[in-house]
Nanobody, 112 residues
């Protein structure tokens, strides 16, 4: 059974940083691409970043390019999202996604 557990969210001031983690289990992690999505109140869920199975390839939404970095550690079955220079508009619940499965999400709030 595919299981994804996000962590690392919290309250941060504008300009601050957070590192999200997503621990995966129940499948061969190193064989699948991984994605981070987010959903703000009243808005649709949107793709933030994606990474290939080996980590060699990454893609980012325009609104996070240059600020967020997705990475993975296949030995630990974990994918990360390093978020720098956070803005109030980055406030959302962040979700990990793989094989049509979602984690429970982790709340990120950017506010002074």
């Amino acid at each position: 059974q595919v299981h994804l557990v996000e962590s690392g969210g919290g309250l941060v001031q504008p300009g601050g940083s957070l590192r999200l983690s997503c621990a995966a289990s129940g499948f061969t992690f190193s064989s699948y691409g991984m994605r981070w999505y987010r959903q703000a109140p009243g808005k649709e869920r949107e793709l933030v970043a994606a990474i290939s199975p080996t980590g060699a390839g990454t893609n980012y939404a325009e609104f996070v390019k240059g600020r967020f970095t997705i990475s993975r550690d296949n030995a630990k079955n974990t994918v990360y999202l390093q978020m720098n220079n956070l803005k109030p508009e980055d406030t959302a619940v962040y979700y990990c996604n793989a094989i049509a499965t979602w984690g429970q999400g982790t709340q990120v709030t950017v506010s002074s």
